[in-house]
């Protein structure tokens, strides 16, 4: 096992009807102010937006608003919130619902803090000293944005999906309420199982060294993962199978599974950024056609670690296999697998590789995915 140092400094509030106790959990941290961010108003479709105005008026929390928050969050909507919580000087900024507000409201939270380009930080032009805090109420559980430092956001002129992360922006305190989360359609459910399995498998698959431990914690949320979409396909309502997908969301990137590997890292999350970036397609969505063409690409280079997650997912002893079941798993739930199933035409491959070079390169690792070899694994999907 490599050392490493583990530090998540964000509070969970889990469980029923504990959006009621935001303005009593904002409270407690001494603020009075905050900019609300949400997105384009599922949070008004049943009681969450009341129950969220309710709980802040009771405790005297003064708030804001930015709505309007898109799925593949962009840099415009970050910078309009910017200049609103800079205007109003808010204290905190509270984003209520998926990672694409959770993201936006970090984004929000270290730009309001800082005189220049928000962007600066995710070029790399700038390091994160200061944030305002963080704190969010979960409609949807995929990203683990609620318990994590990261925010990814879309420039919306450049066409660039980049990434910031620092412990600055870890949530204060998230409250997950898997309640919240009937409403998810069946489609976003899908992507939501897919960006789950592949926050887990990228280091898995790409570690030079991975304990059994994380191997083992890797292969219970993917297997979590699977029981509870099948279950939740059947029956949106059913409490347990959403709380233990949102448990296990949050596990699958909030830093526990790959304390104590070493050499990992996130070429599918990197290449699935330029599909979202330019075709707009869900980040899940995406993954699910990257994910396979990946696997069939790399797979001998970690040949024995393939072969344990045929055998402790689909009981085969065959990497093939696994990866194929995989395939399968995810056309069974509603997810594309083929670029030309989500909407992508194969002369866009070349434009898509040279984008996703740029943020390998941005990742530190542009060698290892030159724009061919992204070619190579784009043109087996
Ligand atoms: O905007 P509203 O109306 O709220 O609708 C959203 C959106 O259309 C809807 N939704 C959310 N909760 C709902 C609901 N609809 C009905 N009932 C509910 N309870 O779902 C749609 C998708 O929401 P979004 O927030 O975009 O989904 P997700 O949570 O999957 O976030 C995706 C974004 O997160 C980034 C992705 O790249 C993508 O931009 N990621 C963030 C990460 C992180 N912060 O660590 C890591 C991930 O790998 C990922 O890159
Ligand atoms: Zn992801």
Redesign the pocket.
Known sequence: MNDFTYYNPTKIEFGKEKQNNIGKYIEQSGIKKVLLV??????K?NT?YNDIVTSLNKHNIEFIELSG?????LLSKVNEGILLAKENTVEAILGV???????SA?AIAVGSKYDGDVWDFFIHKAQITEALPVFTVM???????EM?G?????NDETKQ?Y?IASVLINPVLSVVNPQ??????DE?LA??AV?II??CIEVYFTATTHPHFNSRIVESIIKTVMETTEILLENPNDYDARAEFAWSAIQG?NGLTPAGTAGGNFPN?MI??SL?ALYNV???AGLAVVIPAWMKWYKEQNRAQFERFAKELFASDDAEVGIAKLEAWFAKIGAPITLKDAGIPRDGIEALAINANETATMWGMGELYSKDTIIEILEKA
Do not use: Q, R
């Open positions: 949400y997105g384009g108003g599922s949070i479709k969450l928050v898109v799925s593949n969050p619902g998926g990672g694409s507000v959770a993201d970090k409609t949807l559980s995929a990203t683990a944005s994590n990261n925010s990814v956001v879309m999906k990434s919240l989360m009937t409403t998810v359609s976003y992507y939501s960006d592949s926050h990137l999350h699935e950024h979202s869900a980040h899940g």
